[in-house]
Nanobody, 125 residues
Framework: VQLQASGGGLVQAGGSLRLSCAASGRTFSRYAMGWFRQAPRKEREFVASINWNGGSAYLADPVKGRFTVSRDNAKNTVYLQMNSLKPDDTAVYYC???????????????????WGQGTLVTVSS
């Protein structure tokens, strides 16, 4: 499956962005999806994950209450709605896919088989 992330940009602290990740090539509902981010000079970290039908999702503690993850299987797209953005949210955001049969929490990057190219989110103070 090929993944294309979009929706990043420059936003002021307190603002919102919605990231999208469009999948192509294989049946989207075969996959659980995840979002990760990597800030400059930091390791890639888990942000959110969602199972194949949207019935189960996990969010990392730093984004709980501010971010939500959702998917639309008819559109082959997963979303990350980001509200109340902080400068610490500045990073390149990546979407990733894993076989839905393997999905538990989706918190570990090693579980994912496919990755998008990333989209840059910059939050100014």
């Amino acid at each position: 499956v090929q993944l294309q992330a979009s929706g990043g940009g420059l936003v002021q602290a307190g603002g919102s962005l919605r990231l999208s990740c469009a999948a192509s090539g294989r049946t989207f509902s075969r996959y659980a999806m995840g979002w990760f981010r990597q800030a400059p000079r930091k390791e890639r970290e888990f942000v959110a994950s969602i199972n194949w039908n949207g019935g189960s999702a996990y969010l990392a503690d730093p984004v709980k209450g501010r971010f939500t993850v959702s998917r639309d299987n008819a559109k082959n797209t997963v979303y990350l709605q980001m509200n109340s953005l902080k400068p610490d949210d500045t990073a390149v955001y990546y979407c990733a896919a894993q076989d839905r049969a393997k999905y538990v929490s989706g918190k570990y990057s090693r579980e994912y088989d496919y990755w998008g190219q990333g989209t840059l989110v910059t939050v100014s103070s």
